[in-house]
């Protein structure tokens, strides 16, 4: 099956690692994989690192020069199943299918999200074969689309943090005294990454050698370090940004803490088991999907900073329940969300989307 991955974000994001993933798993198991991206990004950054045969395209301009430089792609590689993300691509890729007369689009939703539709996405439906992808079994069965769902479940490779700790903490100038925070946000974390400031400014004074590092993209930046600055911890958090080894960054945590929603934090979830750092998040259907409350880490309800604070203080003095944390997430991440498995999930949906007869039948 010739595959192509359409991602025309300009951030790698945790939906750029899952396709990142897809694509590698089915180009090891010796499937022709393309992946068209933006130009210049650090999407393009982050697929040309996994070894992938990428295609940099220029930033989005009109629907139709966007589908007319796809279609140039369809043809050339022979791609007979696009997979993709937003609505926008869905009407990109489709409009390039009917004018290259062949192939079929399955839209990937983000873990935790909802296959909505509007009026372009709906036109994309009636020119080309078009199939949804979910994270998890709980999205696909909300949905309600029956055969046109598949799922394609999250997942990591256990063996690759297996050895990371040390030497990420010395990337991050951490001691083996410093009791380090990561935080993984993106541009929906918002208060909870206010949170967690807090968090640390009520908890510096009592654990000198406590540290917060925050990695992701947030839309809002500035203002997360004007509020460090007003809290006064500034020297006490670390902004690393958007990182493509994201797994290895997390390794060197002591705790981590996921304020960000879809992808990015369920593959967040994943990477602190994966490396056995047990997990401190607010509760929500997402985070419960993959982290066991009490078991590979401790949820928390939305609550004041203080409250928090208090949470965190007796997890950090718990030397014996974070390991037992850490050790249990671990064995979850290795048993129920193998790396194999979603690329299995991926190929899956290619070989149902590759089907010639539903192309004909449009």
Partial sequence: MRTLFYHTSAHWSGSSRAFAVAARGLAARGEPVTVVCRQGSSAELGFVQEGLDVVPVPPAATVTRDAW???AVLKEKFIEVVFLH???EHLVASSAMRLAERGAVIRRIPAGGNATSGRSGKLADRMATSRILFATASDRDRSGLGDRAMIAPLGVDVAKVQDARAESRSTLGMTDATQLIVCVIDSRAGSRVTTAMRT???LAERHPELRLALVGRST???????HAAALGVTSLVRFLGERTDMPKVLAAADVGWVAAEGDDGGFACLDFMAARVPVIAERSSLVSHFVPD???????????????ASAVARFLADDDTRIAMG????????????????IDGFAAAAAAGGDRSLWAAR
């Fill in 327 to 342: 050790k249990a997430g671990y064995t979850r991440a290795q048993r129920d969300f193998r790396e194999e498995t979603m």
């Fill in 294 to 308: 009490g078991i590979a880490g401790v949820l928390l309800p939305p609550a004041d900073p203080s409250d928090t």
């Fill in 220 to 226: 809002d930046a500035d203002d997360t370090r004007m």
């Fill in 200 to 202: 640390l400014a009520l």
């Fill in 69 to 71: 430089r796809l279609r």
């Fill in 86 to 88: 937003t609505e926008r």
